[in-house]
């Protein structure tokens, strides 16, 4: 993935705005991501504080891929009183098909935790966690297109459209998120120093790691952002016609997979360098770090 510049760093801080809720979306008909921000009296540190939530959210969890991207997006979605009962039977409907891919997901993290805090990681059952996660995302959309064809029809036109800037503001936050991650010139910066600050790295610890990760890292398959954003240019397209159907988006499952997949290996590897390098106390600390990022839901019920 590309390194981030000025401008993306701009585009994310005016997505964040956008799933701030600044703009009611069907008084603005909707916000696009590449939109100038609208004039409101959200503070700049407001936007700051959605951010880093955000990010720190899209660093961790992957397991819905694109769909997930989409019921968070409901969270944030201005609809009249009316349409709100319906609107939240949808998101609990596509969180509930995105059960099987989040505890998936789940498993994948307690058997790294597990391994971690043992010093003893088992690299057999992490593939094969790794391998339920992509698996269990490629089902989620087909899974899910009952619930979407529904949305579509509660929803009206602005408020589509409003849908699907808050989707595309969600993958550019997340792009962010993950962008230091997948730079190979500066491999693991932003988790690196996350761990640094909160373990207490040493700088010959921190070294050693960044020298693991520079080899280790290797084996996980490069993700390619352009799959993704075109799965998203078709449901953006889709989703903003008249007459909509899920089940015609052939992109979807390919894409949740290849999302999903990407963040369960990049996580397995992770641990996989890290781990020789920290003190046993460490470990237990990091481990229960990932076990309560992985236990983490949303004020309003929804896991995140």
Known sequence: MERLTASVLQKMRIAAMVLFGACAAVGCGGVSASSPPPATGVRAADIDDVSAGLMDHHRHHHHGGVTLMIALSLDTLGVSPEQRAAVEKVRGDLHARMEPARAAEQKLVTVLADGLAADNLDRASADAAVAQVAAAAAKVHDASADALNELHTVLTPPERAALVDKVEAHWAVWQKANAEETDPRNPERGLIEML????????????????GLGVGMKAVPRLDPQEIAAHLRAFGEAFRREKFDARLLTTANGANAHLAGWGAAHLEHFIEAVSPVLTPDQRTRFAQRLREHAAHTSGNGGEQ
């Not at 373990?199 to 020298?211: C, E, M, P």
């Open 196 to 211: 640094a600050t909160d373990l207490g790295l040493t700088q010959d610890q921190i070294d050693k790691i960044r020298a």
